[in-house]
């Protein structure tokens, strides 16, 4: 059984930063692609950024490219969000999950594993 633990999230003033990390159980971490995922209150869950098995592809949802920075550490089973310049609509409840084989990267049903979400709040 593979477990996703996020942790990081927090309060923070609209511009400013914060770091989430994805832990993962499973020693077939650096097999897999790795997502991020965010969902507001009332709102559908939207991607947010994806990275390949070994880090050389990364993808970006177009609200968040040049602000936002995914990353993974494969010796550590940890996948990183580096969240930079944020705004008030980037608050929500940030999850990670594992991609399927074969699947694409930017919709939910290409992920079968789902970390329990970390909650980003951002001030104005």
């Known amino acids: 059984q593979v477990q996703l633990v996020e942790s990081g999230g927090g309060l923070v003033q609209a511009g400013g930063s914060l770091r989430l990390s994805c832990a993962a159980s499973?020693?077939?971490?650096?097999?897999?692609?790795m997502g991020w995922f965010r969902q507001a209150p009332g709102k559908e869950r939207e991607f947010v950024a994806a990275i390949s098995w070994s880090g050389a592809l990364t993808y970006y949802a177009d609200s968040v490219k040049g602000r936002f920075t995914i990353s993974r550490d494969n010796a550590k089973n940890t996948v990183y969000l580096q969240m930079n310049s944020l705004k008030p609509e980037d608050a929500a409840i940030y999850y990670c999950?594992?991609?399927?084989?074969?699947?694409?990267?930017?919709?939910?049903?290409?992920?079968?594993?789902w970390g329990q979400g970390t909650q980003v709040t951002v001030s104005s």
């Open positions: 499973g020693r077939t971490f650096s097999t897999y692609s």
């Open positions: 999950a594992r991609g399927r084989v074969g699947s694409g990267y930017r919709t939910t049903e290409g992920y079968d594993y």
